[in-house]
Every structure is written in C-alpha cells, then in structure tokens.
C-alpha cells in the first residue's frame, strides 16, 4: 500500500509560478508523474519522471513545468512557471510501483487569475 502526501497548491496570478510536491510512502516508485482535470473536462496527464529520470510532458506544458523526483525520498515536484488561466485545475499526483500497482494523490487545486 502506498500513501500519497501532495502540497503546494493555490491561487497565482497569470505569469507566477507555483511548486507542487508529492512524498509517496509504503514502496518505491517505478514512476511519478502529475495529472490535472479542469472543471468539465478529462483528466489529463501533465508530466511523469521514471525513477532514472527519464521524462515525458503534455505539449501543453513543455517549456513552462519541470518535473523532478528525490528518489531517497521517494518524492516528486512539479515546478510550474508562466502560469496561464488555462492551467486552472485540480492536479494530481500519481505513482506506480515496480508491482504495476497505480496509486492516486487527494488532489490538490492551482488557480490561476488572469
């Protein structure tokens, strides 16, 4: 069983910057990554690091958020910089473990204001 530990949400104007970070407990994950849904809309993958730090982002994003993990402990951040108003939603943290099990954060909401 893994618990999933997210923080750094919030409300930034258009253009600020914001980190989330992520701390997973109970076993090591194979990959990290950050998914965000809007209000009416799918949830989407925003970025996922492996644990040798290979990386993969939603074109939406590229340029603008960096995702990083501490591997000793079993952390993962989500910088995010140039914030837009279409950035607004809940976002979370996923984990999956060598095992192929799948773990979800509580959410976390980012408001962007224009």
């Known amino acids: 069983q893994v618990q999933l530990v997210e923080s750094g949400g919030g409300l930034v104007q258009a253009g600020g910057s914001l980190r989330l970070s992520c701390a997973a407990s109970?076993?090591?994950?194979?990959?990290m990554g950050w998914y965000r849904q809007a209000p009416g809309k799918q949830r989407e993958l925003v970025a996922a690091?492996?644990?040798?730090?290979?990386?993969n982002y939603a074109d939406s994003v590229k340029g603008r958020f960096t995702i990083s993990r501490d591997n000793a402990k079993n952390t993962v951040f989500l910088d995010m910089n140039s914030l837009k108003s279409e950035d607004t939603a809940v976002y979370y943290c996923?984990?999956?473990?060598?095992?192929?099990?799948?773990?979800w954060g509580q959410g976390t909401q980012v408001t962007v204001s224009s």
């Open positions: 996923n984990v999956k473990t060598f095992r192929g099990n799948t773990y």
């Open positions: 109970g076993s090591i994950a194979s990959i």
């Open positions: 690091i492996t644990i040798d730090g290979s990386t």
